[in-house]
């Protein structure tokens, strides 16, 4: 059974890839058209069918067909959150003592029953507990008892040492300003307080952070990840001034596909090599281009991106907080928390929205 589901994940790449070539995509263009969860069949449909703008190149087509797609999650979510859609029901766990599966994670870990209760309240799984048994040559990974047992131990200690702030906080909410809103949602709903608080604690939480987003590959928190955090990205940039921050572009280094060197060389009316020697240079770990200095060349005095009608493809999906698959790229995420003040108050969201 194994063989046979590898042998349709080998097939499957191999389908993709062939499409990727036959329609000259980048990489990100790729990722978007699997993003949407459609089958490379159901795609070609859309793509064929007017599904979208066929006056569109099929790249541009691929955005569409993400961009509707991703508007759609966040309809659904908000219709379930306005109890419009039941969500799926979600079954309990059987009792470890009767279940295959933890009895079996019990006997690979080296569990006792103790051990298997802390992780069900901490919302592992079985596979989760298997899947992060050391190997003979990760000699630096802690045995799975020890990390249960840490990872309870903050979380106990994480709640006694917030009730007394959740106590005063609710208080504080219970005062109304002259605007008509608590001081709390006041607070949220500030640029400058939102960067003051990204600039004060953003490195202090990293490590929380990370961790936390790790932890949402094996536990169910009440919430869709992506669901959840493309519904506070669109919440966080109705806040947050990029033109009031910068950082991103002050701090990275962005990268330039092919794509996006004919787009901008043309914008500015230069010879694709002119654009190259002149702002770019070649990057061997994550080809072909990043800029040759920081801040990124394009970055004008007002905070404004000199190209912003033509920018780079990632330049314009950052920082990828609405996009699919979050927990597949949760070190992306926690480096970008560092950078992005957006970024941090979503993840602090996220981590509220699961009661950390």
Known sequence: MGSMKQKRRKQALKQWTEFQGQHDLSDDDAQLARQTGFTLKRLQTLLLTGGSDEALSVPQRIREIHRAWQENVVARKAAMDAGLIEPKKKFPNKDP??????????????????????????GLSPRALIKNVPG????W??????????????????RGA????????????????????TSSSKHKADHDSIV?????NAQRNDDENYEFLRSLKIREY???????????HERAFQIIDCTLCANCCKTKRPKFDESDVERISAHLNMDESELIDTYLKPNPNDPPYNTRQMPCPFLGEDNRCTIYDVRPTVCREYPHTNKKDLVFRTRGVAANSLVCPAVYWIVEQM????GQ
Do not use: T
Not at 136 to 139: D, F, G, I, M
Not at 162 to 181: C, I, L, P, T
Not at 225 to 232: I, K, M, T, V, Y
């Open 97 to 122: 003592k009767h279940d295959p599966q933890w009895a079996k994670a019990k006997q690979v870990c080296r569990l006792n029953m103790d051990d298997i209760r802390k992780a069900k309240e901490l």
């Open 141 to 158: 990974k802690a045995p799975v008892k020890v990390w249960i047992q840490e990872l309870y131990e903050k979380r106990v200690h994480s």
């Open 222 to 232: 009440g919430f869709e990840p992506d669901a959840l955090a493309a519904e506070l």
């Open 196 to 200: 003051r608080d990204w600039e004060q």
């Open 136 to 139: 003979p040559s990760q000699q």
């Open 351 to 354: 981590k509220h929205q699961a």
């Open 162 to 181: 917030s009730s007394d702030q959740e106590n005063a906080e609710s208080n504080d909410s219970q005062k109304v300003g002259e605007s008509g809103q």
